[in-house]
């Protein structure tokens, strides 16, 4: 272990700099001067630029996971438009404050959670897992209970601390199994574990019910069924700014230690007795989502229908996670549901911390309108902030060109390419329900006469926040291969194992036998490991899964007759390469061209 | 061509300049430029003509040859399923361009003058601008996707623009018309997309036109019927963009748009995308003969039928528009003997003599106080003469008078049919013929009729057309304190004598005329071997006249191949009798509408049933009405009742549910973190238990 400190220490690095920059911020906001406290917002802004350009350089990419990094750079990017969100928070605007300690204080804690969220990722024990997940739920607990000058707030405070050390009760109380089950907290050693049993073929019952305590315990900080009741109050209570926060990072911190948890397992889903584990996150996707979209329907605070909505949004991120992660590393978007929830997870931290900002800017006061009517009409008066929210909105309905609309497709096609088509027509039909709500704020803002005059204040800092969101949201829609690749890199972190492609070429026809060591991953895998055009058109494939082991054969029919009647070969998998195609299938289909040439 | 850039890119761009100048104005013209939108507007489609240009250059120099691809970047890529943003250039697509951004730059001078002091003036410039955008987009596709969405675009923009005088609810009426009747062409086009995808796994143009399959015999035999599908899919999105019957429908309404308008989308370009598509499907065509023989059977109707519909109209536009679904038909029917070199030289000349008499037609307009009617006009060649001139360039360009365009690429076509391996090939050029002839009569009827004779001017001569806009109660307002526009009270004040109008009017209408009179000499001239140089320039074009891939036929496959073309009649005697059949029909319309009006009168009474026939339009939008819109009305009513009754019912107990629920729960709500805690509790014991039960 000691050996590792170094490393471990540079791989940290940004975490190291957000956690010291939040104690220099706390030291600013206390500061005699008033010159010095103005300057609080500008070094939370300076560290978080400086963790993200750490997080960017090699030396520290080099001492953490691709999945690590990206934590990182997504935290650190929407951490940035959350400050600017948040810059200034009622301190400025209430007299009663004598702007003395909350300032810093409240960036010091958003700071402080951030860290948390960008350690998730990079954490490989149990107990780190808590910590992190701890030291991002903490100071969330103290930002909605001060954020706001209300007993709301404060009231809204006491209930997320008291349901979130529930919570961590029963997460910790799960942990508490799988080290039971292990002997160990080191993730090594948990999944070592597992692997033997797994071919032995089967769970004992303590390592299932740590897991599913731990991922019950989880679905708090992601707001998923049954653990989502505090989200409506807390959301509303909070401070506009905080409820942006709130919607980011316990979120994100969630599902990092969701997929992690599952990482341990190594995704054993489809057979033996841990069946338990994808049925309880099909279930808690589909009612999650349901949920959250039908419950958004009837509200009119908007913030209230935000929150339903981020509920509904878990589930569709949990609808991903139920496909797994790709089958071989560099596997294609259609098999990669980690990478399908880690792309959600992104777009919809852009698009919901956009329309945050936008309606934080047009509330004028931090706790002002909060009513749909109050924004009615406010296009003509505001039109660039209206249109940011307008664009972020559309994109968390799924409205083609954003990024919003390729977040739900590969969810979808994560679905549909692993058999879980149930999950892909809720999803579609989620999308649909929750149309209905967003495009209301829309009409209010286009098409209503506005009720009352609004106060809007000159500060261009949400407004910035809101823009940029806008424009993230089209521009990633549009020109999304950049951050794709990073993702897809991020996930295959957790891919499968290699396998063997073994061909056969008998009478006219060539079967490919594709083994996978891993276990299998549901019925499904079977259209989508086929689609290149360079194959045969007619062609039939069948999955036949053992103890061990998943074999997925496909046949083809070629249009013309291949010569040697027996040929056959193995290839072991090479390891991801841009210029061989991705899918062992496709190699499989690369070396029967070369038979066929021969 | 732009410095830095290879040519590929500086191509690439050509789109971008008038999206780049519609996003200019639609940000900042309201409040800004105002009454300088013209500028950003004007300056981006120049910069893409000049770019077009000299692509076409390239093109004709061999600098650039075959087919060039270059992409931009990939939008999704998926497992096998990608779809880039790529450009596909071939001598094609650059003419195209090359006269979409010319035709348009000219089109959008004019307009500096002709919308000049209208309300929304900017509103204007952007959705042109938008719509050059989109139509580049189209043209320049390298698959499918892009193309629909160039091909939505340009729908898009046609919608905004004919509904751009909002208030008036016969452009409301226009608007929706054309956008619904496009959505089952849209519909169509989207599902041949979703086929091609299935057949061939790729929506890039190149791989599937130069695909091996298209040249192996199993897999055509395979999917023989399914490329009929596709062929017949894509024949009706063409024809729903392009106006032919029984989508036609839409087009004449449409001429509720501002002329411009008219000039630019709804006769030079988009309506011409249609043929753009089938050309560029021609590889796929060729493999579904019925088909394509199809197009031409409905575009030798369309032809003729509107043609007929065009002699009995009165007002000017919608006579320029039954021309324009006349025109289409012909280009229609020299895709259907396979001869799209044919085709895309008539949509190459057809776009200037068309532009050529809207925007002539615009300027009378202009000058009539939005008059159009052709029987309150008489003689206005003395008040407007460069317009006269202009017009009458454009109608004999259109009536296919020996010497001007029209004449050499209608004459192009029928010869085409004439001589087509296919055995009713003759009979669509002889109704060609007979077409050219009602074409000849009812051009010069609208030129006798409204610019010789005695000079008589409707009452609204000299106003304004577009002050018949009525504008909002506040709009009005600003208008008249000069804060929108100023000139436009002025314009109401003091009405003047029609006129020409502005240079930025007449100045296009002579490069147009030059255009309509002489593009037609580039079919005949200046190619390899004596031919015209069109013919050599599209020569490289893959396929474009359908000589079919080699197949090697075996017994049981149906497909057919283009045999070469035999000779029935010599084009030169073609040529004689379509200019003798033209001659006569301007010497009748000269009798009828200049030196004798009155016995047109009395023929029309004679044949009164047979006018009524065609100034009712062939019944046709009557039977839309009652075979379609009733009915599906009908319907709707029926669905409505359904839904009031039954679907609000259910939802009203579905929405009395949560309530209900809501109430049964609300003492559960009073201390409520102790309950979240007890629901959280709950909602873990529950799994848990149940998880150890069915373990157990």
Redesign the interface.
Known sequence: MAEDVNTSLLGLLPEIILLCTAAVVLLMGLARRDVLRRLTQWTAVIGVIVAFVAAYSNDVQSHTTALGTFLTLLTCGIGLLLLFSAWEMPFAMDPAHTDRHYRGEFFAMLLCSLAGVSMMAKVNNLIWLFLALELVSIPTYIVVATGRGQSEAQEAG??YF??GA??AA?YLFGFSYLYGFSGSTQFSAITAVFQSDISRHQLP?MA??GL??VL??IS?KIAA???H??AA?VYQGAATPVTAFLSFAPKAAGFVAIILLLGLTGWHFSSG?DV?IPA?LTVMAVLTMTIGN??AL?QRNIKRMFAYSSIAHSGYILAALVAGPALVAGG????DGVAAALFYLAAYSLMTVGAFAALIYMQGKADGAEDIDDIAGISSEHPMTAACMAICLLSLIGMPGTIGF?GK??IV?ADL?TGHWILAVFVVVNAAIAAAYYLRIIAAMYVREPWTPSHVRTTLAPRFAAALCAAMVIGFG????RL?SDIRHAADYMAGSSGTVRLTVFKGRAKITSHFPTGSFGRGRRS?LL???LAG?ARRSRLAGDQNSCVVKHEFIF??PLKKDTAWSTARLLPPSPVLER?PA?VALRMSARLIVR | MLPGLSIMQSVALIPLFPLLAALIITLSGARVLKSRSWMPAVIGVAISAVLALSLLVMFQRRNLVGVQHLTI?????????SIPIGIYVDPLTSLFLAFVTFVSTLIFIYSCGYMQGDYGYFRFFAYMSLFVFFMCTLVLADNFVLLYLGWEGVGLASYLLVGYYYTRPAAREAAKKAFIVNRIGDTCLAIAIFIIYLV???ETFS?IFQSNDLK?V??LA?HHGTLIWIALLLMFGAFAKSAQFPLHVWLPDAMEGPTPVSALIHAATMVTAGVYLIARCMPLFTLAMPVLHLVGLVGCFTAFMAATIAMCQYDMKRIWAYSTVSQLGYMFMALGVASGTAAVFHVFTHAFFKALLFLSTGSVMHAMGGELDIRKMSGIRKVMPITAGCLLIGALALAGFPGFSGFFSKDEILSAAMNASWTWGPLLSVVGLLTALITAYYTFRVFFRVFMGNLVLPATAGMHEPSAFVLPESAHHEVASGHASPGHADHQADAHKPTDGSAAMWMPLIILACGAALVGYLGVFGGANGGGWIQSFLSPVHLLNGIAPPVVITPGTHIPVQAVSTVRVAPALLMGVSSVLVLLGVLVAAYFHWANRRAADAVGAALAPVVKFLENKWYIDELYNYGLVQPLWLLGQALSIFDRFVVDGVVFVIGFF?QFTGYVLKPTQSG??RY??I??????A???LG??Y??R
């Open positions: 006491i209930k008291f349901l529930l919570s029963i019952w299932i019910l599913l305590l019950l315990g708090y069924v049954p653990l009741f505090y109050d007795p338990t309880l039908v419950l009837l294609g978007w259609a098999h390729l497709l590969f096609q390419s549009l020109a999304p291969s794709l989508s689609t290149d055009p058109y249009a013309r899918n496709v | 970047y990939h939008w999704i890529s998926s497992g096998g399923f061939f796994h790729t791989r192996n199993g897999f395979a949560p409520r973190l979240y805690g629901g959280m509790i709950a909602g873990v529950v799994v848990i998880v150890l069915l373990l």
